[in-house]
Nanobody
Framework: QVQLVESGGGLVQPGGSLRLSCVAS????????MGWYRQAPGKQRELVAT???????RYADSVKGRFTISRDNAKNTVNLQMNSLKPEDAAVYYC????????WGQGTQVTVSS
């Protein structure tokens, strides 16, 4: 069983930045594919970004050039740096870990509003 704990959400003005972090309890964190997903009210959960054990990244078209996913295997952490935030980025952001099984965090709220 892997537990994921997200942090870093909050309220930010359009154009602002936030950095989300997710700490995993996984024994061998480096083996996991890590990802960030988001779900806005009334919408399906969608992929934001993923990073493989080898560091290969993938982004949703809507966040390319604005968001950066990174991982620190020594700290069992995956981060999501979000810049130039837009109102449409507002959602609950979830951390996901995948290796043989899939685990989700509890989510952290991101609100983008002036």
């Amino acid at each position: 069983q892997v537990q994921l704990v997200e942090s870093g959400g909050g309220l930010v003005q359009p154009g602002g930045s936030l950095r989300l972090s997710c700490v995993a309890s996984a024994r061998i964190f480096s083996l996991y594919v890590m990802g960030w997903y988001r779900q806005a009210p009334g919408k399906q959960r969608e992929l934001v970004a993923t990073i493989t054990s080898g560091g290969t990244t993938r982004y949703a078209d809507s966040v390319k050039g604005r968001f950066t996913i990174s991982r620190d295997n020594a700290k069992n952490t995956v981060n999501l740096q979000m810049n130039s935030l837009k109102p449409e980025d507002a959602a609950v952001y979830y951390c996901k870990a995948s290796y043989l099984d899939t685990y989700w965090g509890q989510g952290t709220q991101v609100t983008v509003s002036s």
